[in-house]
């Protein structure tokens, strides 16, 4: 089935410096998306990718698709501690919209 | 707007109890409907998906079953919980075709005991 891994499982990080988690699928992607769940909350969509190589930013955040499409990553810029959760990437496997939920990277933010 | 209701958000269960989880959805028709499940610290598994009334997939053999008796609502049922069925459920919709993302409700806390 649909392999989708995550790096780092977690990462602990200082307010203001730069974090990066990795997604990476053993297929071929039609898209992917971007998951962030805050400590005892429900994942929240926060952005997708359908092109080879695109980029798209949102304030801080800057997602990424890999050109041949089976990787993303997502970089935050100077951390803050709004930050902190856990960032799942998410792929769609065969019918129904089923997402496959990447393994999620823990983000600890301090101050 | 559309809105997702689930419930309870915490639940303390015996052994051997049954359980229902149920969720509705708000201000959509025909949405696709998912449980998911997640463990402590861990990720998000996909454990029943739903694409119209009555129609249920099973994503993993496990003591638990879904239904779909109408359009917006689905449910999420064990007769027996085993204490390995301790989790975080999550309920999820999404519009029924590819690039879409997934709506989240609060989620349910089940602590089998």
């Known amino acids: 089935g649909q392999q989708v891994m995550q790096i780092p499982q977690y990462q602990h990080v200082q307010e203001g410096e730069d974090f990066t988690t990795y997604c990476n699928s053993s297929t071929t992607l039609s898209n992917i998306q971007w998951y962030k769940q805050r400590p005892g909350g429900h994942p929240v969509f926060l952005i997708q990718l359908v092109k080879s190589g695109e980029v798209k930013k949102q304030k801080r955040l800057t997602f990424q698709f890999g050109e041949a499409k089976k990787n993303s990553s997502l970089h935050i810029t100077a951390t803050q501690t709004t930050d902190v959760g856990t960032y799942f990437c998410a792929v769609p496997t065969g019918t129904a919209s089923k997402l496959t939920f990447g393994t999620g990277t823990r983000l600890q933010v301090t101050l | 707007s559309q809105t997702i209701h689930q419930w309870p958000a915490t639940l303390v269960q015996p052994v051997g109890s049954p359980l229902s989880l149920e969720c509705t959805v708000e201000g959509t028709s025909n949405p696709n409907l998912y449980w998911y499940r997640q463990a402590a610290g861990r990720g998000l598994q996909l454990l029943f998906y739903?694409?119209?009334?009555?129609?249920i997939s099973s994503e993993v053999p496990q003591n638990l079953s879904a239904s779909r008796p109408q359009d917006r609502q689905f449910i999420l049922s064990s007769k027996k919980l085993l204490l390995s069925d301790s989790g975080f459920y999550l309920c999820?919709?999404?519009?029924?075709?590819?690039?879409?993302?997934?709506?989240f409700g609060q989620g349910t806390r089940l602590t089998v005991v």
């Open positions: 999820a919709w999404s519009v029924g075709h590819e690039n879409t993302e997934a709506f």
């Open positions: 739903s694409v119209g009334i009555g129609q």
